[in-house]
């Protein structure tokens, strides 16, 4: 589908963005011609929930419903070479696990838009997650989840705390917990070894705002309990597991940490 785009932003920017779209489900089209509006506006006001000068992320409502808008900035010379195209091809292998693509958007001076359905505000980083009665639920969903794209062979190059979220919005979606922000996701045979141990160690090395080891380990119990019992075959046997990912926490200089911020219970 290649549908025109276009809207003209109010004083004081009194700017007007044209593109075209890539990909539209025409069901959703007035919708994300409304989100891609909004979006533009918040980028230009700088209330972007993410926004480091070549890509902004931001979320919008458009008549009620809840959309993420990822924006890169800078429009490709050559398609081939085009950020947007990369996270639609990744999010699609993601089908299942991750918000769907509903959208890309094309401009000719103002970059690229991919567009998904907003499945909730809560992921694994913000201070009231570990306050919910069903942390621990949530938890093993977020290690089932790991274990089941791990069973498909795909590898998610950026699987963090911060990028699992609860899945609010999208019943339709197998897993009470998603994955977001697929950019760089491979697709293996058997995802090696090491990379399934950088996956987990990725989600266990960032606590977000828990300060207690004790509910922490408690909390990674959850997740490794449940990734051990979904995935087969697992990468290290059970009882070595847990040693085999702070190993990799400790060692993997790519692997983001604040574990050193812990702090043992009185």
Request: with cysteine; net charge positive.
């Amino acid at each position: 589908m290649n549908i025109a785009f276009s809207t003209a932003l109010p004083a004081p920017f009194n700017e007007t963005i044209t593109g075209r779209w890539l990909r539209a489900d025409s069901a959703y089209l007035p919708l994300l011609q409304q989100a891609a509006a909004n979006h533009f506006l918040q980028w230009r006001q700088g209330v972007c929930l993410k926004n480091d000068g070549k890509r902004c992320v931001s979320r919008v409502n458009a008549n009620g419903k809840f959309f993420i808008i990822k924006h890169f900035t800078k429009t490709p010379i050559c398609p081939l070479f085009s950020h947007a195209r990369r996270t639609w091809r990744c999010t699609d292998l993601m089908a299942g696990f991750t918000p769907p693509c509903l959208a890309v958007l094309r401009t000719a001076r103002h970059g690229e838009l991919v567009c998904f359905p907003d499945c909730g505000d809560s992921n694994f980083w913000r201070g009231d997650y570990f306050q919910r009665p069903d942390v621990d639920q949530l938890a093993a969903e977020a290690g089932r989840l790991m274990a089941a794209f791990h069973n498909k062979g795909l590898y998610h190059g950026d699987a963090k705390a911060a990028n699992f979220v609860v899945n609010a919005r999208l019943p339709e979606l197998p897993f009470s917990v998603l994955i977001v922000d697929c950019d760089k996701v491979r697709h293996y045979h058997n995802v090696p070894i090491s990379l399934q141990l950088k996956n987990i160690a990725q989600f266990v090395a960032l606590t977000g705002r828990i300060r207690s080891r004790s509910r922490w380990q408690s909390l990674t119990h959850h997740f490794l309990n449940a990734y051990a019992a979904a995935r087969n075959p697992l990468p290290v046997p059970s009882d070595s597991l847990e040693q085999a990912v702070m190993d990799t926490i400790h060692h993997n200089r790519r692997v983001e940490s604040n574990l050193q911020e812990l702090q043992e219970d009185d």
